[in-house]
């Protein structure tokens, strides 16, 4: 198994890209922590009742148990893929547990890009942002709107703001990236597995080919 990090800020696409990489290509495997936090919280399972509280408020889930749920959803996939990592590692924690469990496995992390977006840009595509409850798919009202306005393209259910994308808490989130995550750029840039991409300015489909060509 290949492993690509995607670091960046909130609102910095990762999850656009990664749905668009997997969506046209049946190797490429995209995991989601808030997605996988999210349905956790959603079944009330141990893990979300455990996160809950920290989401809600814009702060990190504990390291230990983000690590256990993306070891968990690992062992799902089969040996023949690559793993797009979208939002884990987020601490210099995460990234030392991520390092032991690939040192005992046949997974090579291969890439680690950074989306590149300035804080105005993800304040805005953070306060135009819609999900589908049910399936996940993400929108944003004026750059990649739905087509009925307000119903997922994909399932037809009532799109929702996320509760944490709220200003306060938006704002927030920027500063704990900036605190807990941004430390990781200078971690993987140092082992040479770092390439920085500008995420914005660009039509989508362009960003994604980028990215696509930086990784395989
Ligand atoms: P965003 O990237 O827009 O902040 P995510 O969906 O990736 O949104 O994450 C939402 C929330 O889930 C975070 O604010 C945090 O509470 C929690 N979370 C997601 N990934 C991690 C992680 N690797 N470590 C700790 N908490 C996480
Ligand atoms: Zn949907």
Redesign the pocket.
């Known amino acids: 198994m290949k492993i690509v990090i995607l670091l960046g800020a909130?609102?910095c696409g990762?999850?656009t890209m990664a749905g668009r990489l997997s969506a046209s290509n049946p190797t490429f495997h995209h995991v989601?922590?808030?997605?996988l936090?999210?349905t956790a919280v959603k079944t009330q399972s141990p893990h979300g009742l455990e996160?809950d509280g920290?989401?809600k408020r814009?702060?990190?889930?504990p390291?230990s148990l983000?690590a256990q749920m993306i070891a968990e959803y690992m062992v799902t996939l089969p040996n023949e893929c690559t793993l797009l990592l979208?939002?884990?590692?987020?601490?210099l924690i995460?990234a030392e547990m991520l390092d032991k469990a690939l040192a005992g496995s046949r997974a090579t992390l291969t890439h680690v890009v950074l989306l590149d977006v300035p804080d105005p840009i993800l304040i805005d595509r953070?306060a135009g942002r819609r999900v589908c409850p049910a399936c996940g798919a993400g929108y944003h009202v004026v750059s990649i709107p739905s087509k009925v306005a307000g119903l997922c393209d994909v399932c037809g259910t009532t799109l929702v703001v996320r509760k944490?994308d709220n200003p306060k808490t938006v704002q927030y989130?920027l500063e704990v990236y900036k605190a807990q995550t941004m430390p990781l750029v200078a971690y993987y840039d140092a082992r040479g597995l770092l390439t920085r991409i500008t995420a914005y300015d660009f039509p989508i489909n362009d960003i994604v080919e980028k990215l696509r060509h930086v990784i395989s």
């Open positions: 909130p609102g990762k999850g989601s922590s808030g997605d936090l999210r996160a920290f989401m814009g702060e990190l889930v390291d983000i979208d939002g884990f590692p987020r601490t995460q953070i944490d989130r």
